[in-house]
C-alpha cells in the first residue's frame, strides 16, 4: 500500500473521531462560536484527507474481477475460502489476541469506508458511476476484513496470519467484486435502508450483527465455529460440512453489503451457496442461454 495516501487516510480519520468528539460535548464545554467553528473545520478536512487518502490507495489496487458487464451470470461479489489441512488444535485459542492489530487498523478502515460510501452515493446519484479508485478502496476493505475473519472467528479456516493490505495476494481467503460501469441514478437512496432491509434482517440472525451482546443471545454463525474449534480440539479435524456452511453464512453476508454499500445494482439471492468458491452461473443465466 501507498505509505502517504494510507498516512492522509489514517490522519484524516483520527482528526475526524476528534472533531466529532469535540462536536457532541459541544455544549457541556460552552466552547462558544470560535469553537464550533474551528471543529467544523477540523470535521472538513479529515473528510478532504479520508477521500484523498482512500482515492490513493485504491489506485494502487490492481481490480481482480473484470467489469460487471463482462460477467452475465455470475454474482458480482465473488468470495472464496480453502481450508488448511493441517490446522493447529490450539492456535484458535489465542487468535483473539494475534488479530488485535488487525482490529485496530479495520476500526480505522471501517470509519474510512462509511465516509467514502456516502461520499460515492452522492457521485452515483449525479453522475452514475461509482468513483473508480473509491470503489478499489471499499472492496478493499470487506477483503482486508474476510481474511482477517477467515483466520479468526468468522470461519478458523487457516493458521495463516492474515497480510496487511488492502490488495489482493496469495492468501487461502479472497474476495473481489466486479466493477459496475453504470449504477441507477435513483436506487442510490433506497438501497442501503430499504431495498436492502430484508437481507439485512436474515444476515442479522445468521451472523447476530444486531444481536444483544448478552452471552444469551448467539449467532448461527458463532455456534458452528465454536462446535468446529471444539472438534478441531480434540479431533484434529475441521469438519467439511460445518466449514461450507461457514462458508455459505459468510458468503451471502458480504453480497448483502456489497449491495447495501452501494457497489452494485444486482440483488442478492436469498441463497445459501455452501462451499470454498462461489458457484458457476446457472445455464439459464449464461450469456449462451440468452
Known amino acids: 500500500m501507498p505509505a502517504l495516501p494510507m498516512a492522509g487516510l489514517v490522519a484524516g480519520v483520527l482528526l475526524g473521531l476528534s472533531a466529532v468528539a469535540l462536536l457532541s460535548a459541544y455544549r457541556s464545554l460552552s466552547l462558544g462560536w470560535d469553537g464550533l467553528t ?24 490492481a481490480p481482480g474481477a473484470s467489469q460487471e458487464a463482462d460477467r452475465a451470470g455470475y454474482e458480482p461479489a465473488q468470495l472464496s475460502g480453502h481450508l488448511d489441512p493441517g490446522l493447529s488444535r490450539w492456535l484458535w485459542l489465542v487468535k483473539w489476541i494475534l488479530v488485535i492489530p488487525h482490529y485496530i487498523v479495520l476500526v480505522l478502515l471501517w470509519v474510512a469506508f462509511l465516509v467514502v460510501t456516502v461520499a460515492a452515493g452522492f457521485a452515483i446519484l449525479f453522475t452514475g458511476r461509482y468513483p473508480a479508485s473509491l470503489f478499489q478502496f471499499t472492496v478493499g476493505v470487506l477483503r482486508w476484513n474476510w481474511r482477517v475473519s477467515f483466520y479468526a472467528y468468522g470461519v478458523l479456516g487457516t493458521d495463516r496470519y492474515p497480510p496487511f493490505t488492502l490488495a489482493r495476494v496469495d492468501y487461502p481467503a479472497e474476495f473481489d467484486v466486479a466493477y459496475p460501469v453504470k449504477l441507477s441514478h435513483w436506487k442510490v437512496l433506497f438501497k ?4 436492502a432491509l430484508p437481507q439485512l434482517l436474515i444476515v442479522a440472525a445468521l451472523t447476530g450483527s444486531l444481536a444483544s451482546s448478552s452471552m444469551a443471545s448467539i449467532s448461527l454463525l458463532s455456534l458452528l465455529v465454536c462446535i468446529a474449534a471444539v472438534i478441531l480440539l480434540f479431533t484434529g479435524v475441521y469438519r467439511l460440512g460445518i466449514f461450507d456452511l461457514l462458508m455459505g453464512i459468510n458468503r451471502w453476508s458480504l453480497r448483502t453489503m456489497t449491495y447495501a454499500a452501494l457497489m452494485s445494482d444486482k440483488y442478492p439471492p436469498f441463497r445459501l451457496d455452501q462451499g470454498p468458491l462461489d458457484p458457476p452461473p446457472s445455464p439459464a443465466a449464461s450469456p449462451a442461454a440468452a
Open 38 to 61: 474551528t471543529a467544523l473545520l477540523v470535521l472538513g478536512v479529515s473528510l478532504v484527507l479520508i477521500l484523498v487518502g482512500a482515492a490513493g490507495v485504491g489506485r494502487a489496487i
Open 192 to 195: 442501503s435502508w430499504l431495498f
